[in-house]
C-alpha cells in the first residue's frame, strides 16, 4: 500500500499551535504539534475563551463547585461565564462535525479534559477531578470523537493510538462524503480489518456482519452505524498479545510465498517483538517488505499489502518505534 496521503482534520485549542491567546497574552505552543503533526493534518484552531469575548490579556478563571456542576468563574471579580461558555460549545460542537479528532491544552478550566482543581466558593479545598467546561460539553456531544490533551500526547503509546484514531477516521470521513456504493464499504471494510483486529476482536466480528449486509440498508443509517461501530472499535486499546495475533494473521496469508528460511525469520523476529525486545515496527517493516515482494498474482499477499494496519499513517511520524513495556 502507498503512504496515506489523506490529511485529518483536527481541532485544537489555539494556545498549542502558538497564538498569543492565554490569560497572560502567551501561548503554550508544543512542538510535536506544531512541527511534526501540523505536516500531516489540517488544524482547527479554537480559543473558547477569545470566542467568548475574553481577550488577552484577561483576568484568571478557574472551576467553582455548585449542586449544578462545576462553575467557570472569573477568580477577582466573581463573574460567572458557565452558561456563555456552555452556549459555545454546543455550537461549536455542531460545527465541528467533519473534525477527526481534538487535542485539548491541559490544566485549563476550559479546556482542559483531566484532573482540573475544582474549589469551593470559599476559595479552599481543591480537588481534581474536573473537567474544562468547553471540553466537557464537546466531548458530551461528540463521544466518538478522539480527544487527547498535549501532556498525554507526550506518552508514546497514547501519542500512536491517537493519530491511528484520527487518520482512520479521516479515511472514514473521505469515503462517506463521495459517492458511495455499499461494494466501496465493503472494500474500505476489508483493508481495515487487520487494523480492527488489532484493537478489538468482538468488534471486528460484529462490524463484519455489519458490512455483510451492506446491500440491503438504506445507505444513510449504515454509514452512521459503521462510523460509530468502526471509531468505538479503533478508541479500544491494542495489547501486544493483540499486535502478535495480527501479525500471524498476516504471516499465515503470505507465508506460502516465502521460502522456510524467510518464513522462520519472521516468526522469529514476531517472537521478539511479543518478549518486549523489539519495536513493533520490526516486524512490520519485515511483513511489508515479504508483502510487496510476493507474487503478483498472489491475491492473499496482495490482501496483506493493502491492510492499513501496515500504513495506518504517514511513517514520517515514527510512531512505532518504542519497545513495548
Ligand atoms: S487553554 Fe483554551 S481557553 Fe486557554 S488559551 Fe488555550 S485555547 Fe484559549
Not at 502558538?18 to 512541527?35: I, K, Q
Not at 493510538?161 to 470521513?173: D, G, N, T
Not at 511483513?287 to 498472489?298: C, D, S
Request: hydrophobic share 45%.
Amino acid at each position: 500500500m502507498e503512504p496515506v496521503e489523506i490529511r485529518p482534520r483536527v481541532a485544537v485549542s489555539s494556545c498549542l499551535l502558538g497564538a498569543p491567546v492565554r490569560f497572560n497574552g502567551g501561548h503554550s505552543r508544543d512542538r510535536f504539534l506544531s512541527e511534526e503533526l501540523a505536516e500531516h493534518v489540517e488544524w482547527v484552531p479554537v480559543c473558547p475563551e477569545i470566542e467568548i469575548g475574553l481577550g488577552a490579556p484577561r483576568e484568571t478563571l478557574r472551576l467553582e463547585r455548585s449542586p449544578d456542576g462545576p462553575r467557570l468563574v472569573t477568580r477577582r471579580t466573581r463573574e460567572d461565564l458557565t452558561a456563555p461558555m456552555t452556549a459555545l460549545a454546543a455550537g461549536r460542537a455542531a460545527g465541528l462535525a467533519d473534525v477527526d479528532g481534538y487535542v485539548f491544552k491541559s490544566r485549563s478550566p476550559s479546556c482542559g479534559l483531566h484532573g482540573i482543581p475544582v474549589y469551593a466558593e470559599s476559595g479552599a479545598a481543591a480537588d481534581r477531578r474536573g473537567k474544562g467546561v468547553f471540553a466537557a460539553a464537546v466531548t458530551a456531544a461528540r463521544p466518538e470523537l478522539a480527544v487527547e490533551d498535549e501532556g498525554r500526547l507526550h506518552d508514546a503509546v497514547l501519542r500512536e493510538a491517537f493519530v491511528e484514531r484520527i487518520f482512520a477516521s479521516a479515511r472514514l470521513r473521505a469515503l462517506l462524503s463521495g459517492d458511495w456504493r455499499p461494494r466501496d464499504l465493503v472494500a474500505f471494510h476489508a483493508r481495515h480489518k487487520m487494523q480492527l483486529l488489532a484493537h478489538a476482536p468482538a468488534a471486528y466480528r460484529e462490524i463484519g456482519r455489519l458490512v455483510a449486509a451492506a446491500g440491503e440498508r438504506p445507505r444513510e443509517s449504515l454509514a452512521c452505524e459503521y462510523g460509530l461501530a468502526f471509531r468505538a472499535a479503533l478508541a479500544a486499546k491494542t495489547t501486544v498479545g493483540r499486535h502478535v495475533n495480527v501479525l500471524h494473521h498476516c504471516l499465515g496469508m503470505i507465508g506460502r510465498e516465502l521460502d522456510p528460511v524467510r518464513r522462520a525469520d519472521l516468526a522469529e523476529v514476531i517472537a521478539s517483538y511479543r518478549a518486549r525486545r523489539v519495536a513493533l515496527a520490526v516486524p512490520l517493516a519485515l511483513l511489508r517488505h515479504h508483502a510487496k515482494g510476493a507474487g503478483a498474482q498472489y491475491v492473499p499477499a496482495e490482501y496483506v499489502r493493502d491492510q492499513t494496519y501496515l500504513s495506518p499513517y504517514p511513517d514520517a511520524l515514527r510512531l512505532r518505534n518504542h519497545v513495548p513495556a
